[in-house]
Every structure is written in C-alpha cells, then in structure tokens.
C-alpha cells in the first residue's frame, strides 16, 4: 500500500499565496501520475493539476498561470504552489497518485483545506 500525507493548508487573503506539498510512502515502484483535486462543498471534486513522471504537466483553465504543480521522483513528492488565490479556490485540497504494479492503483492523500477569504 502507499500512503499520501499532504501539508500546507491553510487560510490567505485574495490574492495571497500558499504551498501545498505531498509525501508519498510505502510500496513505491515507479508512481506514474501525481497530482491534486479539489472539492468545494456542495460541488464533485475536480482535477487541479496534475504532472506525470516526465514532467508534463496539466492544469485546469480556472488556476492555468497562477498555480504550478512540480515534483521530485527521487522523494516522490509532489508540491502545489497556489498565487493571486481567489475566495472560488477555497476547498479541500487531495493529492493524488498512481502506478501499475500488476494493474494500476490509485493512492489519496486525507485532504487539506484551503479558505480563501477577506
């Protein structure tokens, strides 16, 4: 099993700034996928960005030139940094991840919360 701890939440101003960062431990091979999800009550969870092992990235059009995903293969860590933040990003924050062993698996980290508000 891989577990995903996640850090960083938090409360900021619009148009503050905040860092999340992912850990993943356990039965690493080769995680394949990282990313993060957000969910804001009352609405489904959504993809954020996401980064594959290579490096590609993707970002959904509502963070695309304010949020950057970045990772590191050899920590397996995956970090969010968050800039000009909006009340409309306020949600719980997951990480995500994924491999193939003998099939794929996905792995969630708890969540974290991010509350953007004046």
């Known amino acids: 099993q891989v577990q995903l701890v996640e850090s960083g939440g938090g409360s900021v101003q619009p148009g503050g700034s905040l860092r999340l960062s992912c850990t993943a431990s356990?039965?690493?091979?080769?995680?394949?996928?990282m990313g993060w999800f957000r969910q804001a009550p009352g609405k489904e969870r959504e993809l954020v960005a996401r980064?594959?092992?290579?490096?590609?990235?993707n970002y959904a059009d509502s963070v695309q030139g304010r949020f950057t995903i970045s990772r590191d293969n050899v920590k397996n860590t995956v970090s969010l940094q968050m800039n000009s933040l909006k009340p409309e990003d306020t949600a719980v924050y997951y990480c995500?991840?994924?491999?193939?062993?003998?099939?794929?698996?996905?792995?969630w980290g708890q969540g974290t919360q991010v509350t953007v508000s004046s």
């Open positions: 980064i594959l092992r290579g490096g590609n990235t």
């Open positions: 356990g039965k690493i091979f080769a995680l394949n996928i």
């Open positions: 995500y991840a994924d491999q193939r062993v003998t099939e794929w698996t996905q792995y």
